[in-house]
């Protein structure tokens, strides 16, 4: 009889407790790994234009320092209060100062002993209305043999002001026979303004008539065409025109606002091979009163931009006919009724 006790089993294991391994020592630890800082596009853009202002600033802060300056606003007894708005007188000068006799002789500028010493051949009073009122911002031509009295002299031509007494008296007396007070004063010469002109690549224009002017160095076809620095100051000097220098402060008129489209469009401010030349050059040829500065003029180039859109009023000086001046040439007289209302009417606004 075979066995019959409880059957066979396997043996259990009981659990083993483990005891945890001593962790090792700081020096072979692995570095803790933190997660990635989340990037924040805000930041970056804020950072960005941070660093572009201040670059703006300090550009800003050169130009204003490299401008050329004179005492074009100087009191005298007498002096037209403040009147509305703010009004700018811009000039263009025929100095030929910093030019060599190759310049000279490329943009056809003749001796200014010559011609007289240091006169102007563009004359613009710009006006910009004061913010509350409802007025356009106004340039008027006044054209540079204006007769006009000048004590101690007589009538001479307006721009033998400048001859005599530089930006100082031409202001005091464009003040005097208008009775607008000058607030702010630009000026640029010939070789400047040549320059700017090649800086941006050239202005365009369209003449409706061909235009030949052996004095100014202009020879173009009618037609729209780009002008470069010499053919553009041919054509604000020209007065080989029907209507000689009337045409003449027409044709400043027109140019300044196409050369301030032309100065502000992308295709000049997004090329440096335009903007930076521009932006070296405009501070060194542009001459200001000694209290303007580059917020100044960039205020006055804004304003300018309306002249290519038409929202600006463009006009000349009421013109009356021509009259004899102290010196034995023909000046040109003005409308006293109808300036006195225009000069009256900047006044006010």
Not at 59 to 82: E, K, N, S
Not at 205 to 225: F, H, K, V, Y
Not at 264 to 286: C, G
Request: proline share 9%; glycine share 12%; charged share 20%.
């Amino acid at each position: 009889m075979s066995y019959q006790g409880p059957a066979w089993r396997p043996t259990q294991r009981l659990p083993v407790a483990r005891v945890p391994a001593a962790p090792p020592p700081a020096s072979r630890r692995p570095p803790l790994r933190r997660p990635a800082p989340r990037r924040r596009p805000g930041r970056i853009v804020a950072a960005i234009l941070g660093v572009l202002a201040l670059v703006v600033i300090g550009f800003a802060g050169y130009v204003d320092r490299a401008m050329q300056r004179t005492d074009a606003l100087a009191d005298y007894p007498g002096r037209i209060a403040d009147t509305a708005g703010t009004n700018w007188l811009i000039v263009g000068s025929d100095s030929r100062a910093g030019l060599t006799p190759d310049q000279e002789a490329r943009l056809t500028t003749g001796d200014e002993a010559a011609a007289g010493g240091g006169r102007t051949d563009t004359i613009m009073l710009m006006h910009i209305p004061a913010l509350t009122g409802n007025g356009q911002v106004t340039l008027v031509s006044l054209p540079r043999d204006s007769s006009v009295p000048l004590a101690g002299h007589g009538r001479v031509k307006l721009n033998t002001t400048f001859a005599l007494g530089g930006p100082t008296l031409l202001v005091q007396t464009v003040e005097n026979v208008t009775g607008v007070h000058v607030d702010h004063y630009a000026e640029i010469g010939f070789g400047g303004f040549a320059g700017l002109v090649d800086d941006v690549g050239g202005v365009q224009m369209c003449p409706t008539e061909p235009i030949s002017d052996p004095l100014a160095g202009l020879n173009i076809p009618a037609g729209c065409q780009v002008l470069d620095g010499p053919q553009a100051l041919g054509y604000v000097r020209t007065r080989h025109t029907p209507r000689g220098d009337l045409d003449r402060v027409v044709h400043q008129r027109e140019f300044l606002g196409a050369l301030i489209a032309r100065a502000s469009s992308p295709a000049v401010l997004l090329n440096p091979f335009h903007s930076v030349p521009l932006a070296i050059d405009a501070p060194e040829t542009i001459t200001v009163d000694d209290g303007d500065h580059v917020w100044d003029l960039a205020r006055l180039g804004w304003a300018l931009r309306s002249l290519s859109s038409g929202n600006a009023v463009t006009e000349t000086v009421p013109i009356a006919g021509f009259g004899p001046v102290t010196d034995g040439s023909s000046g040109v007289l003005w409308d006293r009724e109808q300036a006195g209302r225009l000069f009256s009417g900047l006044a006010r606004e």
